[in-house]
């Protein structure tokens, strides 16, 4: 086994997932500013691990392991909170997003069921001989859907500012307005580009299914 440093920022980002996911749950904002600025920091090592394995000749079977486990790791450990915050807010904050709400149930399972099927239809696929890449639907899925993601937790670290430092003015109406439609065009977009990726991958590699071999 090699631990190279595009592994080990893997594994880092393994490691700070579960933190990320716990913050937004403390009270106070400045919780959920680190959760913000930790994930930001941790997709930005998503980029770079991979860009880093390819310049320096450090590709190697574990990081082609770690990676996909990191990236589903860290979403289903962020929708955990971005879940239960926005259908169960306390008394003092509202977290719900503008025009869905909380976040439904469907858009939970579709998010969390397409990153299962697409990981098994790769297994499937290699044990076929054949070896499903990202395409690009995919990763502007990823892309959008981190959007979607560190916009909610810093929408939570808005609300929760507003309610221990109350103040009006044009800029307060204007932000909460922005930010709040940032989040919910967001998850839209991101729910449109999953579905679609997931057609895509199926039609582009639909001979796997219907081959009886």
Same mark, same amino acid.
């Given at each position: 086994?090699?631990?190279?440093?595009?592994?080990?920022?893997?594994? =880092?980002?393994?490691?700070?997932?579960?933190?990320? =996911?716990?913050?937004?749950?403390?009270?106070?904002?400045?919780?959920?500013?680190?959760? !913000?600025?930790?994930?930001?920091?941790?997709?930005?090592?998503?980029?770079?691990?991979?860009?880093?394995?390819?310049?320096?000749?450090?590709?190697?079977?574990?990081?082609?392991?770690?990676?996909?486990?990191?990236?589903?790791?860290?979403?289903?450990?962020?929708?955990?909170?971005?879940?239960?915050?926005?259908?169960?807010?306390?008394?003092?904050?509202?977290?719900?997003?503008?025009?869905?709400?909380?976040?439904?149930?469907?858009?939970?399972?579709?998010?969390?069921?397409?990153?299962?099927?697409?990981?098994? !239809?790769?297994?499937?696929?290699?044990?076929?001989?054949?070896?499903?890449?990202?395409?690009? =639907?995919?990763?502007?899925?990823?892309?959008?859907?981190?959007?979607?993601?560190?916009?909610?937790?810093?929408?939570?670290?808005?609300?929760?500012?507003?309610?221990?430092?109350?103040?009006?003015?044009?800029?307060?109406?204007?932000?909460?307005?922005?930010?709040?439609?940032?989040? =919910?065009?967001?998850?839209?977009?991101?729910?449109?580009?999953?579905?679609?990726?997931?057609?895509?991958?199926?039609?582009?590699?639909?001979?796997?299914?219907?081959?009886?071999?």
């Amino acid at each position: 086994m090699r631990w190279t440093l595009p592994n080990i920022l893997t594994l =880092a980002r393994i490691c700070l997932t579960p933190v990320i =996911a716990l913050l937004p749950f403390i009270s106070g904002y400045w919780p959920k500013v680190i959760a !913000f600025v930790t994930f930001i920091a941790v997709a930005v090592t998503d980029v770079i691990d991979g860009w880093l394995a390819r310049k320096r000749n450090e590709v190697s079977e574990l990081g082609q392991l770690l990676d996909p486990i990191a990236d589903k790791l860290l979403l289903f450990a962020m929708l955990v909170p971005i879940f239960w915050m926005t259908r169960y807010p306390t008394i003092l904050v509202d977290y719900r997003i503008k025009w869905w709400g909380s976040l439904p149930v469907w858009v939970l399972l579709l998010l969390v069921g397409r990153e299962l099927g697409i990981t098994a !239809f790769r297994w499937f696929a290699k044990r076929r001989g054949v070896v499903i890449p990202a395409i690009g =639907a995919g990763k502007l899925k990823a892309v959008v859907q981190n959007v979607f993601i560190g916009a909610t937790i810093a929408w939570f670290a808005w609300k929760d500012y507003l309610a221990e430092h109350r103040f009006a003015g044009w800029f307060r109406d204007f932000w909460d307005q922005f930010h709040g439609w940032v989040v =919910a065009i967001t998850l839209g977009i991101a729910v449109v580009l999953t579905v679609y990726s997931l057609a895509v991958y199926l039609y582009k590699y639909r001979s796997l299914i219907t081959s009886r071999e």
